[in-house]
């Protein structure tokens, strides 16, 4: 049995038609962008985290880290240090070198560290450790 028809090759599209390129990069600059905003606002949460230190100095507080300085320099330090790392790493995602999905990458390492830091401001603010 002949079969007619098959395929013929393969057609390209003209380097005008192509719009995956340019859907990409919207997409990642407006993940930069909400990134930005999440950054703002966890910087801005951060500030307020040393207020955990209000009750330092009654029974049963004794050794807490957020009693200290190191534990004040953590919880001001890494909300605000990881949110500007983080804005930091989307950037470079936007460097050319050659690294599959870099955009990708770097934006979720970026998200990554903003909320990672955050984290750690509120374990240390609010866990005793």
Do not use: H, K, N
Not at 8 to 18: E, K, M, N
Not at 29 to 50: K, Q, R, T
Not at 98 to 120: H, Q, S, T, W
Request: glycine share 20%; hydrophobic share 55%.
């Amino acid at each position: 049995m002949v079969v007619t028809g098959g395929p013929q090759g393969s057609a390209t599209l003209p380097v005008g038609d192509r719009r995956g390129g340019v859907a990409a990069t919207v997409g990642a600059v407006v993940a930069v962008v909400v990134l930005v905003v999440l950054a703002l606002a966890v910087a801005l949460v951060g500030m307020f985290l040393p207020m955990a230190a209000d009750g330092c100095g009654t029974e049963g507080t004794e050794g807490l880290m957020i009693c200290g300085p190191f534990g004040q320099l953590v919880v001001l330090g890494a909300p605000t240090g990881g949110a500007v790392l983080g804005v930091l790493l989307a950037l470079a995602g936007f460097l050319p070198f050659p690294l599959r999905y870099r955009r990708a990458l770097f934006i979720g390492v970026g998200y990554l560290f903003v909320l990672g830091g955050l984290g750690l401001g509120f374990l240390v603010a609010f866990s005793g450790w």
